[in-house]
Each structure stands twice: as C-alpha cells, then as structure tokens.
C-alpha cells in the first residue's frame, strides 16, 4: 500500500454522499438566508422611497396651495397650474426610465 494512502482519510460512498448532502443542504440554507436579508433590505429601501416620495408630493401640493392663496387665483386659473404641475411630475417620472 502507498503511504500516501495511509495518510489520507478515505469516506465511504455512502458516507461521501451524505456529506456531500450535508453541505448542498447547509449551502442552500446560506444562500437562502442570504436572499431573505437581502429581500427585507430591499423592502426597507422601497418603504423609505415611497415615504420620501410622498413627503415630496405633500410638499408641492402645500406650496400650490400657497401660491393660488397668495395669488388670489381663480379656479380656472387654479386648475391650469395644476395640470402644469401634474405634467412636470410626468416629465420628472419619464426622465426616471
């Protein structure tokens, strides 16, 4: 026998593949736990975004308001501005893809 042989642990098929199942199984574990993290942390991202849209969009509406009182603009008046203000939001999500 060789002695290099000797020295090197030798596992039973059956033994190898339970092993080899073992770390698939561990693997998967890992990756899967993986995938969840990254799943909640792309969650997270998306909740903090729309909250930041929202807060931007409450904001504009404030500061149209402001200037129709300011102004003293009439409703016709009033409803121009906002279609202006919808069509810039439009170009803004257009330039966004």
Sequence with gaps: MKESSLLTPTLTSS???AFQRGVVAGTCRAISA????????LDSARIDERKNQSQVAAARLVRLAA????????????VELLRQEAE??????QELH
Excluded: K
Aim: hydrophobic share 40%; no cysteine.
């Design 88 to 93: 810039a939001i439009e170009h803004q999500a």
């Design 15 to 17: 033994a190898n593949n």
């Design 67 to 78: 200037h129709i009182t300011q102004e003293g603009l009439t409703a016709v008046e009033a």
């Design 34 to 41: 993986l995938t969840n993290e990254f799943q909640d942390l």
